[in-house]
């Protein structure tokens, strides 16, 4: 089987959040693990943040990174999914960089699973609920 996994998720197999662990079990399942190649601008970011504002050694975070570049087996082009996350962001009234990654969902007929309780409540009871698993 083969989940698309967010930004959200992600993180959490670099640094202790809150859900490192049931995010450490997704990336143990055995399961295809794909993402929109946005994903890696979104860890970019938390890493810069975590360097910057948290402490964290630059080149600890930075090895950590380019390990979960690795661990995903399919990085898809964003620019194959904009129309589609534009649509959806529209609908949902949310941002369109999470959007990217239900459009894979859907353009793959799979779930997302993510940590982002905001993206979940926002699906609820619209069509794209099926589309998402809270991890």
């Excluded at 990174?65 to 194959?80: C, G, H, N, Q, W």
Aim: negative net charge.
């Amino acid at each position: 089987m083969t989940l698309v996994v967010d930004a959200s998720v992600a993180v959490r197999w670099c640094f202790p959040l809150d859900r490192s662990e049931r995010a450490d079990n997704v990336l143990r399942s055995g399961e295809r693990l794909i993402a929109p190649d946005l994903v890696l601008a979104e860890l970019t970011n938390a890493a810069w943040k975590v360097i910057t504002f948290g402490g964290g050694a630059a080149d600890v975070t930075l090895s950590m990174m380019r390990t979960v570049e690795r661990t995903f087996d399919e990085l898809v082009p964003s620019s194959a999914l904009k129309d589609l996350a534009l649509e959806m962001a529209v609908e949902l009234r949310h941002p369109a960089y999470d959007c990217f990654y239900l459009a894979l969902a859907q353009a793959r007929g799979i779930q997302l699973v993510t940590a982002d309780d905001r993206l979940l409540r926002c699906c609820a009871g619209t069509r794209m609920s099926a589309l998402v698993k809270s991890l």
